[in-house]
């Protein structure tokens, strides 16, 4: 029995070990534009093998993203945008593929090519990166299109750099890796936004909420010691049985 308890009590304390890295996850990503937080719950896991089914196990599982929209606040910064809800911004990943994100704090590169503030490049339309000509002025329509007023032109004499390539897809159709950009699950294929997707001159803040982070790493932290003295315990009762034994 002592050999099944310290199990119990392991897996216990690695999936709070694992709640608490999530958890720190979501607050380092609390201060970036379009995050969106990651759901974590533990659950009971019935442990397969020989004998009775009546051991059970602590699992921690990976809910998903949390998809509600963040604040949204106002830079008047015309690169800036705040994507609406279930919309999502296509880039180019570290390989050159595809990848999604609610970034819209937008810049032009040195080589006039528009990115994130993280680096990847902005897809058009057309899925190339999206180069954007010297000009005196620029805006971002609601669907995506980019309008320029070329250098040394009056204001009236408007031109069209190219468009955002949006998406429409529910964030549980979408899958965060490593890089932090998300991809489609397996047999999704994404649809192209139409209509109203964005609001330029804004930027959609994460949505973490640190308080309620911290509240969640300080009941983690205290289940963890929980299992950890449930292990101590194990391991003092395994030691006064074997005591016990030793002096028959």
Same mark, same amino acid.
């Not at 990651?38 to 659950?43: G, H, I």
């Not at 570290?94 to 999604?100: D, E, L, S």
């Given at each position: 029995m002592t050999d099944r308890a310290l199990y119990v009590a392991m897996t216990g304390a690695s999936a709070m070990l694992r709640g608490q890295a999530t958890v720190a996850n979501n607050l380092a990503? *609390?201060?970036?534009?379009?995050?969106? *937080?990651?759901?974590?719950?533990? *659950?009971?896991?019935p442990i397969e093998g020989p004998g009775?089914?009546?051991?059970? *196990?602590?699992?921690?599982?990976?809910l998903g993203i949390d998809a509600r929209m963040g604040a949204i606040r106002q830079t008047g910064n015309p690169l800036d945008i705040a994507l609406h809800q279930e919309r999502w911004l296509a880039v180019q990943d570290?390989?050159? /593929?595809?990848?999604?994100t609610r970034a819209g704090d937008l810049t032009i590169n040195a080589n006039g090519l528009l990115s994130t503030a993280n680096g990847q490049l902005v897809l058009g339309a057309d899925g190339a990166p999206l180069a954007i000509p010297p000009s005196q002025s620029m805006d971002i329509a609601?669907?995506?299109t980019i309008s320029t007023v070329p250098l040394g032109q009056p204001p009236s004499t408007i031109a069209e750099a190219g468009r955002l390539q949006l998406i429409s897809a529910r964030t549980t159709e979408l899958e965060r890796g490593d890089d932090g950009l998300m991809r489609p699950r397996a047999g999704i294929a994404p649809q192209p936004a139409t209509g109203a997707s964005l609001t330029s001159g804004t930027l959609e803040d994460?949505?973490?909420r640190p308080a309620d982070a911290l509240v969640s790493m300080i009941e983690l932290a205290r289940k963890f010691e929980m299992q950890v003295q449930l292990?101590?315990?194990a391991d003092e009762? /395994?030691?006064?049985?074997?005591?016990?034994v030793s002096m028959r």
């Open positions: 990503n *609390a201060d970036r534009v379009g995050f969106q *937080a990651t759901l974590e719950a533990t *659950a009971a896991k009775y089914p009546s051991r059970v *196990a602590t699992e921690a599982r990976t570290g390989a050159g /593929a595809t990848a999604y609601s669907d995506g994460s949505n973490v292990l101590q315990r009762n /395994a030691r006064a049985s074997a005591s016990l």
